[in-house]
């Protein structure tokens, strides 16, 4: 049964939460997400303005960054479907959160 849009925002969420918990254990993972969004710049695969949104996230002081991650707006549920989170969430942690959302 094909899931809606509300359970697919819900389940970003999850996730991007999951990453900042991630990212306040093991801070060395920040080189992941700057590797990705990097990528994503050079190669196109996010479009730029999505891209330039991020890197002005990710220079935000670290507590709004995180209240940003999870928040319910229109903007962060779209910046969520083209994230530079990919590859810091482990994969059980991440199986977890979408076995919780099926």
């Not at 359970?7 to 997400?33: C, F, G, M, N």
């Not at 991020?54 to 910046?79: I, V």
């Not at 479907?81 to 099926?102: A, T």
Request: aromatic share 8%; glycine share 2%; with cysteine.
């Amino acid at each position: 049964m094909p899931q809606s849009h509300q359970t697919i925002d819900q389940r970003s969420r999850a996730l991007h939460l999951a990453v900042a918990r991630e990212l306040e254990a093991h801070p060395e993972k920040w080189e992941i997400v700057w590797q990705n969004l990097a990528r994503d710049e050079q190669s196109g695969q996010a479009h730029a303005s999505y891209a330039q949104r991020w890197r002005q996230l990710l220079e935000l002081p670290w507590e709004e960054l995180k209240a940003k991650l999870g928040e319910a707006t229109e903007e962060m549920d779209a910046l969520r479907q083209c994230s530079p989170f990919s590859g810091v969430l482990p994969n059980e942690e991440r199986w977890r959160i979408f076995e919780e959302y099926r």
